[in-house]
């Protein structure tokens, strides 16, 4: 049975940072692509980060030089840290694993709420 449980959301200020971690039990991270997305109310879910099990990244453009994607392989665990945080980051956040050689996402996390607000 896989499992990706996602932590870390929480309510920061604006200019704050959060670092979101989504630990996977059931499948080997690395040899996935790995993503977090959001979904802000009333807006479709969007892909923020990637990161390929050829250790690629990808970012959304309004988050690049804001977010890091990283991998902890020993931990079988996929981290995002997010600086300079601004209220339209404001959304649930949600882990997500795709084989390599699939054209749409297998697992989903339960999702973590960020809420950036002074």
């Known amino acids: 049975q896989v499992q990706l449980v996602e932590s870390g959301g929480g309510l920061v200020q604006p200019g704050g940072s959060l670092r979101l971690s989504c630990a996977a039990s059931?499948?080997?991270?690395?040899?996935?692509?790995t993503g977090w997305y959001r979904q802000a109310p009333g807006k479709q879910r969007e892909l923020v980060a990637r990161?390929?099990?050829?250790?690629?990244?990808n970012y959304e453009a309004s988050v690049k030089g804001r977010f890091t994607i990283s991998r902890d392989n020993a931990k079988n665990t996929v981290y995002l840290q997010m600086n300079s945080l601004k209220p339209e980051d404001t959304a649930v956040y949600y882990c997500s694993a795709r084989h390599p050689a699939s054209a749409i996402t297998n697992y989903w996390g339960q999702g973590t709420q960020v809420t950036v607000s002074s």
């Open positions: 990161i390929t099990n050829s250790d690629i990244t």
């Open positions: 059931g499948i080997t991270l690395r040899t996935w692509v």
